[in-house]
């Protein structure tokens, strides 16, 4: 008789061997160079972000250039228009992994359009690193393996700002009100509020939520709202791009209420300038929350900034969205020398976990880890003054 | 590490003559379709011969004549798991071969084609059947064979390929499903990394005659170590779990987490050169049957550590065994609070939250952020110590809330039992006082009983702990209807296992090699994560291996980042590495999505 099993001792370990792949420089790694792609707004309400990002990663990778590269390799920047819409960063971002064959992502811009490139990244394996945007989407616990940020969330943002409004201006919690954009991008600003308004005993349900479309300024019916419980409010906190908060602040100025404003950090300047130009009764008084410090600070990274701004953009003045992808550049750069001349992702994101308590000279060591994958929790306070300039304001 | 094939291609008899000629002791679950969602019944040899046999509600005789005509379904050899009871050989083998002659009767009276739909043609001949069946006699009929003088017919197994010493030990094939080649070529390395090794030096004085070595065997078998399952070449590592019963499924996944984790470790080298491996016995989730089953793990097996048992009411047997033997109980997926004394057992470590943290951020959430007032949160547990140590949680975070522990409406059901009523019955008549419910039960309890509260016309929220085993309540509610699947939570201590963390594709990726056709599950991952944690302490125990190394080791870890999310911390005070708790949403399609508990 014959059994009728077959014997299937097939050599293991060779058969296992063989899938190893073959080492090749990954995607966008030459001897030479290192391409970078970033999917951001380079038209429309929003293009302004896409530009100041791109000088902030454009200035770190020319001055790296400049002594050397990394590893002997050349960084290259290669910006996609998206326009901050979703649907398009869909074709940005395959663009530049399928097209281009970037070797990572990085300096995104938007929540809304995370959503679109978080789930691509991850599927191929891709990093998205240091994405301008604070939404939870990008801060999964644990983290994804390749998405990494600088910056703190927009939920550590509104929390920090809420706690503020109620301990140091003492607004109740109840008089407090939320501006913010219906999207990704105004949800989790919401959510930050949400955790602390149950901090003091206040149902985050009953807290007056206004808001307004991406990428529009229509702020009437936002505005129509407050003015129904003007008798209450005394604070309002926007999550909010900058043309859509400048609006507001406007529309609610011109109706005379009497109310204190807060924004989280996107826009900083825009903002500032926006309702600077409105005239002095606007601006002034106006909150920000930062996720970097002043960028006309003399801290050693900001003096380092403001210098390679002065030499390779004398047109421009030092911007908090600038400074930002700066900031972020740096990291990337010293986790890009520790990764070693045999680059690869996996080794790109080990060296990047590997990075605990990196002090740029910015106030705040940035520390990465398996667990961590947010660099900085920091969130500093800023108000505005009648002229559109940016004053240091202690949050606690 | 799991063979797995399916019945059309490898009838039952030939698996039934494979594991006589192999005498391996193998747990074999089957499944009666390959859509059934657990498996339907199990058969465990020992040493080659059949000693119990279980399939859909039947047993013994009943269960191989059914086994024996199932044409559709798939099986799951599991290499190590061997039965709890004491079996009665020659019974139990006279029985199949009963049963095998009858079948063939059958088929030689049944007219051309021979080829029925209920089996696959192959299986179907005659000469196979009854070639089968008089190998199952030939074992019946020299029981001591094996026990006593059998060196000669002691195999090397599969991976071992051996020169033949006899008809008896001549190596057969392993059962393989063709057109799965890759799970062959896996199954065949974990053999020869695995199997080889444990049927070389599985329990050599009670299976080998004390004089005269196996010939075949002797030049590669390790010399046994000083310490208890330790040798130059192993660890092994023992399990005491259900493996039938209600929570099997808890049993099987906990297992298969551990022993992916092992055959990871064991591809890159082993540990200080030592494979791991672990023998798993099935205790049926009775505290009865617990205590003989670790006696035997430990007196028998000779295992070196107690990994990955499931339960609570268990592991109150287990552990005082354990600390009087000094045996180190690693890693149970229990929360319950006599896992976690204060200060901890010194042999007794634990990966996962308290049952108490579980329900505790249950009832937080339940308040703070779906403001529920704590006085209309009710608890549902399990009678035993694994509902009292979740109720105990979520009472005293009620209590944190002023509502007084006398107050706290309070409903049961009897442990592997799904007997819900009386507890409904109290729900309704106190339904409009309660808005959720803190739910401590296992799957088909916490199922039947969301069924009949949402069929009585009430809607609270529920939260469940995570050994309710989420995706067994996700299928049984999903199929229910899109109804009872809303407001269902359950709170996990591990990330969601289809998530992109660092840790968790390590584990996909784990697991597709080395226990392919698995879906990613919470309770493999806790496996998997068990697993690696004892792996990281025996690293770090060094090479000269016992349990006071071990003890000393684990109590080294301190702030391990693995990518889970939280930091694993061990401490001579500190027996439980995770304190971290994680939300779930059941979704109408059985998927289950993040919710920020805070």
């Not at chain 2, 019946?140 to 094996?146: E, F, G, I, N, R």
């Not at chain 2, 009430?458 to 509610?477: G, H, K, Q, R």
């Not at chain 2, 125990?541 to 684990?554: E, H, I, N, P, S």
């Not at chain 2, 001579?572 to 979704?587: D, M």
Request: glycine letters at 10%; hydrophobic letters at 40%.
């Amino acid at each position: 008789m014959t059994p009728r099993l077959g014997l299937a001792l097939l050599p293991p370990l060779a058969a296992l061997a063989l899938a190893t792949p073959a080492a090749a420089q990954p995607n966008g790694v030459t001897d030479a160079e290192i391409l970078f792609g970033m999917s951001a707004p380079f038209s429309g309400t929003e293009k302004e972000f896409g530009r100041q990002l791109r000088i902030g990663w454009e200035l770190a990778f020319a001055a790296q250039n400049e002594a050397g590269g990394v590893n002997g390799r050349k960084l290259k920047l290669l910006p996609m228009d998206d326009g901050y819409e979703p649907a398009r960063t869909q074709t940005a971002m395959k663009e530049l992994l399928e097209g281009r064959k970037v070797f990572a992502v990085v300096g995104n811009f938007g929540s809304a359009t995370a959503a679109v490139s978080v789930p691509y990244a991850n599927e191929k394996g891709v990093l998205l690193y240091a994405a301008y945007s604070g939404a939870n989407l990008l801060r999964n616990d644990p983290p994804d393996r390749f998405v990494f940020n600088l910056r703190a969330s927009y939920a550590e943002e509104t929390a920090a700002i809420v706690g503020y409004l109620v301990e140091v201006r003492r607004i109740p919690a109840w008089q407090i009100a939320v501006f913010a954009q219906e999207d990704a991008f105004g949800d989790a600003g919401f959510a930050g509020v949400a955790k602390a308004m149950r901090r003091y005993k206040r149902d985050p349900g009953l807290v007056l939520r206004v808001g307004y479309k991406r990428n529009t300024a229509d702020v009437d019916e936002a505005v129509r709202a407050l003015k129904h419980r003007a008798r209450e409010i005394k604070a309002v906190v926007m999550v909010a791009t900058s043309k859509a908060a400048a609006r507001f602040v406007e529309r609610v100025r011109d109706a005379k209420l009497d109310l204190v404003f807060t924004n989280v950090s996107p826009g900083a300047n825009d903002l500032a300038d926006d309702l600077a130009a409105l005239g002095p009764g606007y601006a002034d008084g106006v909150i920000m929350t930062q996720v970097v410090p002043l960028p006309t600070s003399r801290a050693t990274a900001i003096l380092k900034y403001q210098e390679l701004l002065h030499r390779l953009a004398p047109d421009e003045r030092p911007d908090f969205v600038s400074l930002e992808a700066y900031l972020s550049a740096r990291v990337l750069v010293e986790a890009l020398q520790r990764a070693g001349r045999n680059l690869t992702t996996d080794s790109l994101i080990d060296a990047l976990e590997g990075i605990h308590g990196l002090d740029l000279g910015i106030g705040v060591p940035v520390s990465f880890g398996p667990s961590e994958h947010q660099g900085s929790h920091k969130v500093w306070g800023t108000v505005i003054d009648g002229k559109g300039n940016f004053k240091p304001l202690d949050l606690q | 590490m799991p063979l797995t094939g399916q019945f059309r291609e490898t009838p039952f008899a030939d698996l039934v003559q494979f594991y006589g000629l192999s005498k391996q002791s193998v747990a074999l679950a089957i499944r009666i379709s390959p859509r059934s969602p657990s498996p339907d019944g199990i058969f465990y040899f020992e040493r080659g011969d059949l000693v119990e046999a279980h399939l859909d509600g039947a047993e013994g005789r009943e269960a191989v004549r059914r086994a024996l005509r199932l044409s559709d379904g798939t099986f799951q050899v599991e290499v190590g798991a061997t039965p709890p009871h004491p079996a009665r050989r020659e019974e139990w083998n006279r029985v199949v071969f009963e049963e095998l002659v009858r079948l063939d009767e059958e088929r030689r009276a049944r007219p051309a084609p021979p080829a029925p739909v209920r089996t696959g043609a192959g299986a179907g001949t005659p000469a196979g059947a009854k070639h089968a069946g008089a190998l199952a006699l030939g074992q019946a009929s020299h029981p001591a064979t094996s026990a006593s003088g059998g060196a000669g017919a002691r195999p090397a197994g599969p991976g071992g390929g051996s020169g033949a010493s006899g008809p008896g030990a001549r190596p057969p094939p392993p059962p393989r499903s063709r057109g799965t080649l890759a799970v062959v070529v896996v199954a065949a390395a974990l053999l020869v990394g695995g199997t080889a090794a444990y049927v070389l030096t599985r329990k050599p004085g009670e299976v080998r005659p004390a004089e005269g070595p196996t010939p075949a065997a002797a030049p590669a078998a390790p010399r046994p170590g000083k310490v208890r399952g330790v040798t130059d070449a192993e660890v092994v590592f023992g399990m005491a779990s259900g493996f039938t019963g209600a929570t099997r499924e808890l049993g099987r996944a906990m297992k298969t987490g551990i022993e992916t984790a092992f055959a990871a470790a064991n591809d890159a080298g082993g540990v200080h050169g030592r494979k791991l491996r672990l023998v798993a016995l099935d205790d049926g989730y009775e505290p009865a049957r617990t205590g003989e089953v670790m006696k035997r793990l430990v007196e028998q097996e000779n295992v070196f550590a107690v990994v990955g048992n499931v339960g609570s009411a268990t592991a109150a047997v287990s552990i005082p065994y354990c600390l009087e033997q000094k045996v180190v109980f690693f890693g149970a997926l229990s929360g319950a609070e006599v896992l976690r004394k204060q200060p901890p057992d010194r042999y007794v470590f634990n990966f996962r939250p308290s049952y108490a943290e579980e329900t505790a951020a249950a009832v937080r959430y339940l308040a703070d952020v779906r403001r529920i007032e704590p006085r209309r949160i009710a608890v549902f547990a399990q009678q035993d110590d694994f509902g009292e140590s979740g109720h105990r949680g979520a009472v005293k975070q009620l209590g944190e809330r002023g509502v007084e522990a006398a107050r706290v409406l309070k409903l049961g059901y009897k442990r592997n039992t799904a007997d819900v009523g009386e507890a409904v019955a109290a729900l309704r008549t106190h339904a409009s006082d309660v808005d959720a419910v803190v739910m401590v039960a296992t799957y088909k309890a916490a199922a039947a009983f969301i069924r009949k509260v949402r069929d009585a016309g009430l809607s609270p929220i529920f939260t469940n702990v995570s050994p309710v085993d989420s995706n067994a309540l996700a299928e049984e509610l999903v199929s229910a209807g899109p109804r009872y699947a809303s407001e269902v939570i359950v709170t996990q201590i591990v990330p969601l296992p289809g998530s992109s963390a660092t840790s968790v594709l390590r584990y996909q990726k784990a697991l597709e090699r080395y226990a392919p056709g698995e879906k990613p599950d919470f309770l493999t991952l806790e496996g998997w994560v068990v697993g690696n944690l004892l792996r990281e302490g025996l690293e770090r125990a060094g090479k000269d291996l016992d349990t006071d190394r071990l003890v000393q080791a684990l109590e080294g870890i301190q702030g391990l980042d693995v990518g889970l999310g939280t930091r694993l911390t061990f401490g001579p005070a500190e027996h439980q590495a995770s304190h971290k708790v994680w939300g779930t949403a059941l979704q109408p399609d059985g998927t289950y999505r993040s919710v920020d508990l805070e």
